[in-house]
């Protein structure tokens, strides 16, 4: 079936930068742009930019300019977003999206402490 | 950036209601707009897009319209399942931004 399948959970450092994988299946993965969206604890959801797999173009909200690289991987259907230099501000579920905005993955959490 | 503004933050309200959720865009963003329902502990689901379209398998108690600037999302009878986290969201143009939501809770 059609499925974003997300890496696990990670603790980081503030400082250190975080990539999380977010594998296709159940689709033409080169048909679809994907999208990142991020949610803080008890938050709202917030958008961080968009990858298309075929070429790797990327549009990033302007707030990530800067720290975040989203990147894909044809031969596995899997698309990457790393952000870097990470704060206890970042600490949030982190979702890849296909476009249309469905499906969803199923999220990773992402903690940023010391 | 495109600003959307939700209301209300929460509204409480019994199985069987009729309810109403609002969403205002600081910009014109056409029909682009979609509505996503979140429960805890999951991600959201897309209910409606282009303001007025029902996903595959969303049951028909939801519809979207659009009057004038507003866009409202409408559950027609409210059942328990129903209870979650409501967010618009434009796509009008880049960055997509989202309503801060609306808790909707069992009165």
């Known amino acids: 079936q059609v499925q974003l399948v997300q890496s696990g959970a990670e603790v980081k450092k503030p400082g250190a930068s975080v990539k999380v994988s977010c594998k296709a299946s159940?689709?033409?993965?080169?048909?679809?742009?994907f999208h990142w969206v991020r949610q803080a604890p008890g938050q709202g959801l917030e958008w961080m930019g968009i990858i298309n797999p075929t070429d790797v173009t990327t549009t990033y909200a302007q707030k990530f300019q800067g720290r975040v690289t989203m990147t894909s991987d044809t031969s596995t259907t899997t698309v990457y977003m790393e952000l870097s230099n990470l704060t206890s501000e970042d600490t949030a579920v982190y979702y890849c999206v296909r476009a249309g905005f469905d499906p969803w993955g199923q999220g990773t959490l992402v903690t940023v402490s010391s | 950036d495109i600003q959307m503004t939700q209301s209300p933050s929460t509204l409480s309200a019994s199985v069987g209601a009729r309810v109403n959720i609002t969403c205002r865009a600081s910009?014109?963003?056409?029909?682009?707009l979609a509505w996503y329902q979140q429960k805890p502990g999951k991600a959201p689901k897309l209910l409606i897009y282009k303001t007025s379209y029902l996903e595959i398998g969303v049951p028909s108690r939801f519809s979207g319209s659009l009057s004038g600037t507003e866009f409202t999302l409408t559950i027609s009878s409210l059942q328990p399942d129903d209870f979650a986290i409501y967010y618009c969201q434009q796509y009008n143009s880049y960055p997509y931004t989202f309503g801060q939501g609306t808790r909707l809770e069992i009165k």
């Open positions: 910009q014109t963003i056409d029909t682009w």
């Open positions: 159940g689709f033409p993965f080169t048909t679809y742009f």
